[in-house]
């Protein structure tokens, strides 16, 4: 008897500890000499221990090593409008700062977003003027990158009216289309592997990240007939303004960063935006107007890719979100380990 009941305690044993391995946590060891956590390991949130679900809609497991109190900390793989280095609806920015401001813009004009000397992020925007109004209504509707000598951009492709079972999103990369395969957690990466492209859902939403440069989480979305009432924007029948809801995350930003969202990363950044305004308006429409959506060409564009290896770096600068999903290291600075 005592034997048997030594024998099911020790198959329960091998029941559980399975079970056991697989919830364990992944832990970070901030391996850049930069970060502020460096040579520190920092585990994941029971709540969220892995970097990557198959289920879009839960969080995942973040970790900023270049934050003070090195801590992880669980979040949605999407845009958040309301967080720093956002930029939605008509358009609202939230600077680096973490003030928001409105930049307008013009429809069927292209802006430079962020520009420092390794990489340029530009916008088109889209809108329309309806009778009586003194300017555009706008939105971002596709941004362009330049970066390591390659382009890449992401659009929203017009339509009339919106369905979700369709997927809005075109790309391009180095002047030639680009596929990125329907399904959540869909990935392509770049000959060169520093720019990976994930689909978070099956449509219409990604992470695009730029190695050891930048992460963009990007929604596409469509002015809806709820907002066009509340903003009497007047949105004529046959388009719906598909446009992008993008969050940014920098890191490697030199102190002379610039462009309508990059000056804020400045480390003696004035805001313009006037405190206690509802929508505080910021122009400046001629210093950072681009004359196509993969040029540098602005009057306050810095890029230039030969002299990207000389960047001086700034304290201000954000870290990526851990990402273990290419193997032991992601090439971020940090080491995963199970």
């Known amino acids: ?37 460096y040579g520190k390991y920092i585990e994941c949130p029971y ?6 679900y198959g289920n879009y809609k839960a969080k995942v497991c973040h970790v900023n090593c270049d934050s003070p109190v090195c801590k992880s900390y669980c979040k949605h793989r999407k845009p958040d409008c309301n967080g720093p280095g956002s930029a939605c609806y008509d358009p609202r920015f939230i600077g680096g700062d973490g003030i928001v401001f409105y930049f307008h813009g013009k429809s069927n004009e292209h802006f430079s977003l962020v520009s420092d000397t390794n990489l340029q992020i530009n916008g088109r925007f889209i809108g329309h003027r309806p009778a009586g109004r003194t ?21 929203a492709i017009k339509a009339a009216t919106w369905n979700d079972e369709v997927d809005h999103l075109k790309f391009s990369y180095s002047g030639e289309d680009l596929i990125v395969p329907e399904g959540a957690l869909s990935s392509w990466y770049s000959p060169e592997k520093d720019v990976k492209v994930e689909r978070v859902a099956n449509k219409n939403s990604v ?19 709820e907002d066009d009432k509340i903003h009497n924007y007047k949105v004529p029948s046959d ?18 960063v610039d462009g ?24 400046g429409e001629d210093k950072y107007k681009t004359t196509q959506l993969l040029s540098a060409n602005c ?18 600068t954000e870290y990526l979100p851990l990402d273990c999903t290419s193997g032991a290291s992601a090439g971020y600075g940090i080491v995963c380990k199970k």
């Open 207 to 225: 992470i695009v990240t730029l190695k050891d440069s930048a992460e963009i989480m990007v929604n596409v979305v469509p002015v809806t007939k």
């Open 1 to 37: 008897m005592e034997i048997l009941r030594s024998s099911s305690i020790f198959i329960i044993l091998l029941v559980f500890v399975p079970a056991l391995i697989q919830t364990k946590a992944d832990s970070v060891y901030c391996s850049n000499p930069r970060s502020r956590c």
């Open 135 to 155: 300017r555009d209504f706008t939105w971002i509707q596709a941004l362009g990158i330049l970066f390591n000598s390659h382009s890449f951009s992401l659009e």
């Open 299 to 316: 009057l306050t564009c810095l890029y230039s890719p030969e002299n990207s290896s000389n960047q001086e770096m700034t304290s201000v």
């Open 47 to 52: 709540e969220c221990p892995s970097t990557s």
């Open 260 to 283: 309508v969202l990059g000056r804020t990363y400045q480390p003696d950044f004035q805001n313009p935006a006037k405190p206690g305004v509802a929508m505080p308006v910021v122009g």
């Open 239 to 256: 388009d719906c303004f598909a446009h992008l809801e993008v969050q940014f995350r920098f890191f490697a930003l030199s102190p002379k």
